[in-house]
């Protein structure tokens, strides 16, 4: 029996290695990842540098319908805005409009209304400046006040004292990157299962060539067997390719963008080695279950119109995560969800032991009940061959 699996395993890989189609996808679509994290990295480095304007010598410039004092133009002195004065509300709407201001404020009775796009990149950086601003003079003339009356300020403003201390840590791009990245090497070994399980199995179908290898002194058992562990190797070749890749990527976009500047690149080799562990496990199930989804096929093009919606499984927990849902006990129990969810926590260093064996144990039963019911599957004369 195993020198049975090991002769249609030899076969089916020599035949992957053949077909040009599989082969790009097993070996040349996981480089997608590189690309990826390179054009995601430049688009926000530059989105980011686009913001941090105004150079030394340029500043905002905010319009106001009054005249500032003194203390007023101590304040704004060392900020990134340029209050001008304009004669009335009018003249302050036509400058907005002709972009010559990004914002402006307009003062009546002790009362100052600031006008601003704060949906904007420069008007959200602007407002904050102009609250800076109403800030520092609000505390200039409470302090005027309480000085006058004879109060100490100390007493007031200073009840306690605090400072920063600046750490390295997570950055949210690098969380992002990483998590992206490896939900994307799991459609890529989704993509090579797909097509791999469509050439040796429906191909073979259409063709006719399993009838023949079926006329061999070898059971249907071990043809399954065989093709199913040449599918797995084919996946877990991916995963490995994807892994390189990554890490490889990421370490690139960690030396050559601004974006990650002060963030740690949370990938100790244990992290790695866990990350790896999770795809080939996740190429062990997937595998199973391209062979079994794709049982009853009995063309190649049939065989890729069943198979497709499984690779749109693994986006699924992308946009659980933007609604706010977190992994928890009844999707540590959904495979491939579960798969992909445990990757993006160990990216970000939020584990849980309880989840990761509910989900390696779950994928382990899983996958021995799918090649129980492939063996049975495959033991129908309509199955093996095409009607």
């Known amino acids: 029996m195993k020198s049975s699996i090991f002769i249609t395993l030899k076969k089916e890989i020599r035949a992957i290695l053949r077909e040009k189609k599989s082969l790009i996808i097993m070996l040349l679509t996981p480089f997608i ?37 003194d203390i007023e133009k101590e304040i704004v002195k060392d900020m990134d805005i340029n209050l001008v004065t304009y004669e ?31 949906m904007s990149d420069d008007g959200s950086i602007v407002s904050s400046y ?16 309480l000085e006058s009356i004879g109060a100490d300020t100390n007493r007031v403003y200073h009840n306690i004292s605090y400072e920063f201390e600046s750490l390295a ?10 998590s992206i990245g490896f939900t994307f090497a799991l459609m890529t070994i989704v993509l090579t299962a797909i097509y791999t399980t469509t050439d040796i199995l429906a191909g073979e179908k259409e063709r006719g060539t399993l009838e023949t290898f079926l006329t061999f002194p070898i059971k249907s058992y071990a043809i399954i067997v065989g093709k199913y562990l040449a599918i797995m190797v084919s996946c877990i070749i991916t995963a490995l390719i994807d892994t390189i890749l990554i890490i490889g990527s990421l370490f690139i976009s960690y030396k050559c963008f601004a974006i990650y500047d002060n963030a740690t690149l949370n990938l100790s080799p244990i992290t790695i080695i866990a990350a790896l562990i999770i795809l080939i496990a996740f190429a062990i199930f997937i595998s199973g279950l391209a062979i079994l989804i794709s049982s009853k096929a009995k063309t190649y093009k049939e065989a890729q119109s069943v198979l497709t ?32 969810y445990l990757l993006q926590d160990l990216l970000i260093g ?24 492939i063996s049975r599957v495959y033991q129908k004369e309509d199955v093996l061959f095409q009607n």
Request: glycine residues 2%; proline residues 4%.
């Open 350 to 373: 939020n584990s849980n032991m309880l989840y990761t064996l509910i989900t390696f144990g779950t994928t382990i039963i899983y996958t021995i009940f799918i090649i129980i019911l």
């Open 33 to 69: 990842i590189p690309l990826y994290f390179l054009i995601f990295s430049y688009i926000f480095d530059s989105t980011m540098n686009d913001i941090t304007m105004p150079s030394l010598d340029e500043k905002y410039q905010v319009g106001i319908n009054y005249n500032l004092n």
């Open 169 to 178: 840590g997570s950055n949210f791009m690098m969380d992002t990157l990483m």
């Open 309 to 340: 919606p499984l690779s749109m499984i693994t986006i699924i927990p992308m946009f659980l995560t933007t609604a706010g849902i977190e992994l928890n006990l009844p999707l540590s129990f959904v495979p491939i969800i579960n798969h992909t």
């Open 130 to 145: 102009i609250s800076n601003y109403f800030e520092s003079y609000n505390t200039y003339l409470a302090n005027v006040y």
């Open 88 to 118: 009335d509300a009018q003249s302050l709407s036509e400058a907005y409009e002709n972009k010559e201001i990004v914002a402006y404020i307009i003062y009546n009775d002790h009362n100052y209304k600031v006008y601003c796009n704060e």
